[in-house]
């Protein structure tokens, strides 16, 4: 596949766009990054994306493709023969790794940045407990779906794992920016050991953002916008 046939349009703090560019990563897919200014939608985005005028966007050949999980199930799609499948074979285990991905985006990642938007120290708290409610969920989640391996997905990186996995950078920034740890050894001893093997993985330390940068980020962005980017 050459380099200029698979694009993708994003922003390098995005943990959406992450999700794309993991995925492609895993298939050994080669892809020109074409990087969307936040704060600003280019007419290119406007352009492919013009319902959602969201990041990311997979550009394959002269087709776009929006939002950062249907993209990455169009990649495993497309990419057979490159590399696991990323989405379980098993019609069951696949069902279980798309409702947990629906809670993390609707339900998880909200709560997340409700920690930036809130407005006084007991909102704040109130915000954090729910992100830690939801931490304890998905280390019983992992259980269940990682079958005893190292990932979710199993032995390998899979859909859940690029869902809930994108979102390690922002968390270690906003840990690092509260004083703070999240991810509690006591607590998540399965998550804190998937976390680091996920961050170190091939397809990922390359698009993991540095903690310190993207807190540095994140302050300018909390004073625009009072919270992180959404997808």
């Not at 493709?65 to 590399?83: F, G, K, M, P, R």
């Not at 280390?139 to 869902?163: M, R």
Request: net charge neutral; with cysteine.
């Amino acid at each position: 596949m050459a380099k200029s046939e698979v694009k993708v349009l994003g922003a390098w703090p995005s943990p959406f766009v992450m999700r794309p560019r993991i995925a492609l990563n895993m298939k050994a897919v080669e892809y020109e990054f074409l990087q969307e200014q936040l704060g600003a939608k280019s007419d290119l985005l406007l352009k492919l994306n013009p319902v959602y005028k969201k990041i990311p966007v997979l550009i394959h050949g002269d087709k776009p493709v929006c939002e950062s999980l249907v993209i990455v199930q169009y990649i495993d799609e497309v990419w057979t023969s490159s590399a696991p499948s990323i989405l379980p074979s098993d019609p069951y285990d696949r069902a279980l790794a798309r409702f947990w991905a629906a809670y993390i985006d609707d339900k998880w990642f909200p709560s997340l940045s409700g920690i930036a938007k809130a407005q006084g120290e007991e909102a704040k708290k109130a915000a954090i407990d729910q992100v830690i409610e939801g931490l304890v969920l998905l280390e019983d989640a992992f259980v269940k779906c990682s079958k005893g391996k190292s990932f979710f997905g199993g032995d390998h990186i899979g859909y859940l794992d690029i869902a809930f996995g994108c979102f390690l950078g922002w968390l270690r920034a906003i840990e690092k920016m509260n004083n703070m740890k999240f991810l509690d050894e006591a607590k998540m001893p399965n998550l804190v050991k998937w976390a680091e093997k996920f961050c170190s993985d091939v397809a990922v330390k390359d698009v993991m953002p540095e903690t310190d940068k993207l807190a540095e980020f994140a302050k300018v962005l909390m004073a625009k916008f009072r919270g992180p980017p959404t997808n």
